[in-house]
């Protein structure tokens, strides 16, 4: 009897070692009490900001790009994780970079479509500045040319997404408005009394 009570004895004291030790290999493992605070490296070059960020233990990653003409061309404007969050060592830095020139979209057919359709087109590729012209035509809402600083562009032309496009838009011709009331008064005089009117 005495023999199994020392063997669960041993037992219970081998789980609660390896439980404890599994414990300690796992805060090591996590550098549990290791942390970060990210830095900004806001309106620096990505070279600049990635051999920062490599110093405190971080690793940078290029997420996007996007232009600012406000910002110097190759530097960050974003960060994130941002400025003061506390993270890990190891931990990934996305950042976006503003770029040299601005995003170039290509234009596709936009003649002979409604505005509505060529609007929707062009907000697709991330043109915003839509400026429609109306001219004399008999197709109503009809685009008739696509327009970029005065020339006129074809399918296939590539231009900035921040450029203004203007759209040449038939006006429709205007509907003849019939007077009903006059149509019926007159309808309502016999055709002899008609003839007089002429005498």
Known sequence: ???ILLHIGLMIVVAVAIAWLAMLWLKVWTRHDETITVPSVKLMTYDSAARMLASEGLVAVLADSV??????????????????????EGR????TINAFSPKMATIPTLTDISIRQAKSILEGLEIKNIVEKRVPSEFKDLVLGVYYK???LTPGARVPVNATIELEV??????IVVDTDSVGSEESVPASDQLNLFE
Not at 69 to 88: A, E, F, M, R
Not at 170 to 175: P, S
């Open 1 to 3: 009897m005495k023999r």
């Open 170 to 175: 038939g006006e429709g011709i205007n509907e």
């Open 150 to 152: 005065g020339h006129r």
């Open 92 to 95: 990934e830095i996305y950042l």
């Open 67 to 88: 232009y600012d003409k406000s910002t110097k061309p190759g530097t960050i404007i974003d960060q994130n994780p941002k400025l003061g969050t506390v993270v890990k």
